[in-house]
């Protein structure tokens, strides 16, 4: 099955910088690539998903990568606000999978005003 | 509110007792996913069902089972509770096939005492 490793587990950044999350996935049949954000005690809501006959996707201060050939894609937030602090998740499906979302470990982001 | 209800959103129960957690997921939406989440822990994959059959099956105790009946809504069943079955429980849904994003709910939180 699909196997998806997400790094860093945390992250602290100062207000304004950029993060970078990263993951690689196992399953070279996986097509679909959300990442998701959770803040503390609340449900994880989706942000931005990428396919895989696409390099790159943007949505404001938000981007996501992919690269099939090394299997990984990665999460970039720039211009970081307080309010970007959360855990985020990304996740890989596709293939004989029937829809099921294989999380990475997820990354802890702490923004510091 | 996502479209994805769940309750009860709390449960306090003793060890050993038997609790239903309950799932409608947003309309239209055929796949129904269950995952437990401990305090610090990511997303840990329970079941899946699809338009009422069992689709994929993740680290589910024995002491768990679910099923999903035909209006769609998804029943999660834990017995014999014990400490660390304490938790959070999201139910999340999708569109039908591989290349969706979940839609989570606001999930149950479990508390074993």
């Known amino acids: 099955g699909e196997n998806v490793e997400q790094h860093p587990s945390t992250l602290s950044v100062q207000e304004g910088d950029s993060a970078v999350i990263k993951c690689t996935y196992s399953d070279s049949a996986s097509n679909y690539f959300p990442w998701y954000k959770q803040e503390l005690g609340k449900r994880p809501q989706l942000i931005i998903d990428i396919r895989s006959n696409v390099g790159e996707k943007k949505d404001q201060r938000i981007a996501v990568t992919l690269n099939k050939t090394a299997k990984h894609f990665s999460l970039h937030i720039t211009e970081t606000q307080p309010e970007d602090s959360a855990v985020y998740f990304c996740?890989?499906?596709?293939?004989?999978?029937?829809?099921?979302?294989?999380f990475g470990q997820g990354t802890i982001l702490t923004v510091h005003p | 509110d996502s479209g994805v209800t769940q309750t009860p959103k709390h449960l306090i129960t003793a060890t050993g007792q038997r609790v239903t957690l309950r799932c409608s997921p947003r309309s239209g939406d055929l796949s129904v996913y269950w995952y437990q989440q401990s305090l610090d822990q990511g997303l840990q994959f329970l079941i899946q069902?699809?338009?009422?059959?069992?689709?994929a099956k993740g680290n589910i105790l024995e002491r768990f089972s679910a099923q999903q009946f035909p209006d769609l809504h998804s029943e999660l069943n834990l017995s014999s509770l014990e400490l660390g079955d304490s938790a959070l429980y999201f139910c999340?849904?999708?569109?039908?096939?591989?290349?969706?994003?979940?839609?989570f709910g606001s999930g149950t939180r479990l508390t074993v005492v």
């Open positions: 069902y699809y338009n009422g059959e069992e689709r």
């Open positions: 996740a890989a499906t596709g293939g004989t999978s029937y829809g099921k979302l294989t």
């Open positions: 999340a849904s999708s569109g039908p096939g591989a290349g969706y994003g979940y839609t």
